[in-house]
């Protein structure tokens, strides 16, 4: 955690109330040095419980702090939270469940996206859909399925101990450590019975913000593991680079000016189209949707155009054939 003492509360509550016997959870609290009263709201909690203990963590990314907590955790069975996140009651049960029925490496469970403003209403119900998220399954599955990554995921403590988080990554470093498990032959499940949910971002801005460092830290992921690259992550930064292409050259080309201006109303179009199915029932969210599908769409597309020049260091042409080769996989089947 860094400064939540907006969320904390509910989510170490979510923590303190799952029905797993108590004698048997350790949680290890990690706090980003936080400047708001994080770090007093979480040593209430903390206080007197066995088992508890707030730690410091002085990168303050996730990353750093989740393998802090994994050296020195003692449970057979590990599990990361964030701050923004809560837990369902049966959360650890079912996880513990699933981890040993199926013997997969990692286990989660589809993430409930929710937020108490109408704008933050509309961006919890736009991350929840495969028109706002694409593919990404973990975020709307229905159904246990095995799954490219899952929120927040559960394993035995030696897989995370031999697949550490890459501190490298501010962001995606969950869905990196993911693919090093995929890449070694590892099976991640995504059962919704192990219930969560998320507390989203409540303005465009802060939801602008998120979904650019997904995109520009995702360039990274992509190329340490080209074989996992899915098409949903590259239709976002095609979209952006061909608007930003044909704004370029409209105004000097006729046809380009009026092919740029019927993809822009098709997506506006798509956007409404889409507002107005997922909104059903919930008609206040129809004009609120469709900026919300366009910063996320935008911001990722943007993020990952970025990410490509930052790393561009990073490509080879190796790499680059393993991306095509698993994409045109991915499509014949």
């Given at each position: 955690?860094?400064?939540?003492?907006?969320y904390?509360d509910?989510?170490?509550?979510?923590?303190?109330?799952?029905?797993?016997?108590?004698?048997?959870?350790?949680?290890?609290?990690?706090?980003?040095?936080?400047?708001?009263?994080?770090?007093?709201?979480?040593g209430?909690?903390?206080?007197?419980?066995?088992?508890?203990a707030?730690?410091?963590?002085?990168?303050?990314?996730?990353?750093?702090a989740?393998?802090?907590?994994?050296?020195r955790?003692?449970?057979?069975i590990?599990?990361?939270?964030?701050?923004?996140?809560?837990?369902?009651?049966?959360?650890?049960?079912?996880?513990?469940?699933?981890?040993?029925?199926?013997?997969?490496?990692?286990?989660?469970?589809p993430?409930r996206?929710e937020s108490?403003?109408?704008?933050?209403a509309?961006?919890?119900?736009?991350?929840?859909?495969?028109?706002?998220?694409?593919g990404?399954?973990?975020?709307?599955?229905?159904?246990?399925e095995?799954?490219?990554?899952?929120f927040?995921?559960?394993?035995?403590?030696?897989?995370?101990?031999?697949?550490?988080?890459?501190?490298?990554?501010v962001?995606?470093?969950d869905?990196e450590?993911?693919?090093?498990?995929?890449?070694?032959?590892?099976?991640?499940v995504?059962?919704?019975r192990?219930?969560?949910?998320?507390?989203?971002?409540?303005s465009?801005?802060?939801?602008w913000?998120?979904?650019?460092?997904?995109?520009?830290?995702?360039?990274?992921v992509?190329?340490?593991?080209?074989?996992?690259?899915?098409?949903r992550?590259?239709?976002?930064?095609?979209f952006?680079?061909?608007?930003?292409?044909?704004?370029?050259?409209?105004p000097?080309?006729t046809?380009?000016?009026?092919?740029?201006a019927?993809?822009?109303?098709a997506?506006?179009?798509?956007?409404?189209?889409?507002?107005?199915?997922?909104?059903?029932g919930?008609?206040?969210?129809?004009?609120?949707?469709?900026p919300v599908?366009?910063?996320?769409?935008?911001?990722?597309?943007v993020g990952?155009?970025?990410?490509?020049?930052?790393?561009?260091?990073?490509?080879?042409?190796s790499?680059?054939e393993?991306?095509?080769?698993s994409?045109i996989?991915?499509?014949?089947?």
């Amino acid at each position: 955690m860094r400064n939540e003492d907006e969320y904390l509360d509910r989510c170490l509550a979510s923590v303190l109330g799952q029905d797993y016997p108590a004698d048997r959870l350790e949680v290890l609290i990690y706090d980003g040095l936080s400047t708001d009263r994080s770090r007093e709201i979480a040593g209430e909690f903390v206080a007197g419980r066995a088992g508890w203990a707030l730690c410091e963590n002085p990168a303050r990314i996730q990353a750093a702090a989740w393998n802090l907590g994994i050296e020195r955790a003692t449970g057979e069975i590990v599990g990361i939270m964030s701050g923004h996140a809560s837990l369902g009651p049966k959360y650890l049960t079912a996880a513990v469940e699933t981890l040993e029925r199926t013997g997969a490496e990692m286990v989660g469970g589809p993430v409930r996206a929710e937020s108490t403003s109408p704008l933050g209403a509309a961006i919890a119900l736009a991350m929840s859909t495969p028109y706002g998220v694409g593919g990404a399954r973990f975020r709307y599955t229905a159904r246990e399925e095995e799954v490219d990554t899952v929120f927040m995921g559960v394993c035995r403590r030696e897989t995370y101990q031999r697949f550490r988080f890459s501190e490298e990554m501010v962001r995606n470093q969950d869905d990196e450590l993911s693919y090093r498990i995929l890449d070694a032959g590892g099976r991640i499940v995504c059962n919704p019975r192990i219930e969560s949910s998320y507390q989203v971002r409540t303005s465009l801005r802060g939801l602008w913000h998120q979904y650019f460092q997904y995109g520009f830290w995702k360039v990274r992921v992509m190329q340490e593991h080209p074989a996992q690259v899915r098409p949903r992550q590259l239709v976002p930064p095609a979209f952006v680079g061909a608007l930003s292409a044909g704004l370029l050259l409209a105004p000097m080309s006729t046809r380009v000016r009026r092919a740029t201006a019927a993809g822009t109303g098709a997506y506006a179009a798509a956007n409404v189209i889409a507002a107005a199915w997922v909104s059903r029932g919930r008609g206040g969210l129809l004009v609120l949707l469709p900026p919300v599908f366009a910063t996320l769409h935008v911001a990722y597309g943007v993020g990952v155009l970025a990410g490509m020049v930052r790393f561009r260091a990073g490509w080879s042409r190796s790499s680059l054939e393993t991306i095509v080769r698993s994409l045109i996989g991915r499509a014949r089947h």
